[in-house]
């Protein structure tokens, strides 16, 4: 058993605010990781067993949408034994600032795959034209 109803969010910034403000919620709140902080302590657990550092000499950065990002991925129940899950948050506007600083057009970057991980399904079976079949 559990409390109901469970309330979950990816959102950090509306985890902080219930933290902060709305103690009542605490209890119905789900214990499940944000996609972010499951790709970084996935990346780091698979990778890590077979880096000549471990976990902590893997250097994991995440591009997200949200500024609120960051202030998740700084918190310690993200960081076991002292080994962050993600490193690094840029926003996709800093990122767009990086490129362009470095005298690149953002929008004139050509399109490459994605790097798989090793024994991972080449990226053209994961991302590709968006299909229309089995639509409604």
């Not at 109901?4 to 605490?26: D, I, M, N, R």
């Not at 996709?92 to 057009?105: H, K, P, R, W």
């Amino acid at each position: 058993g559990g409390s109901l109803p469970v309330l979950g969010s990816a959102c950090p910034g509306w985890v902080c605010y219930a933290e902060k403000t709305q103690h009542q919620a605490l209890p119905y709140m789900s214990a499940v990781r944000s996609p972010q902080q499951i790709q970084g302590s996935l990346l780091k657990a698979r990778l890590g067993s077979s880096a000549p550092k471990g976990p902590a000499g893997i250097y994991h950065v995440c591009v997200m949408p949200c500024f609120d990002k960051k202030l998740e991925a700084s918190r310690e129940e993200f960081a076991p034994g002292g080994v962050r899950d993600v490193d690094l948050v840029l926003a996709s506007s800093e990122l767009v600032e990086l490129v362009e600083a470095l005298g690149e057009d953002f929008p004139s970057l050509p399109v490459d795959a994605f790097d798989a991980l090793p024994g991972a399904p080449p990226s053209e079976a994961l991302v590709g034209p968006p299909s229309l079949e089995g639509s409604g």
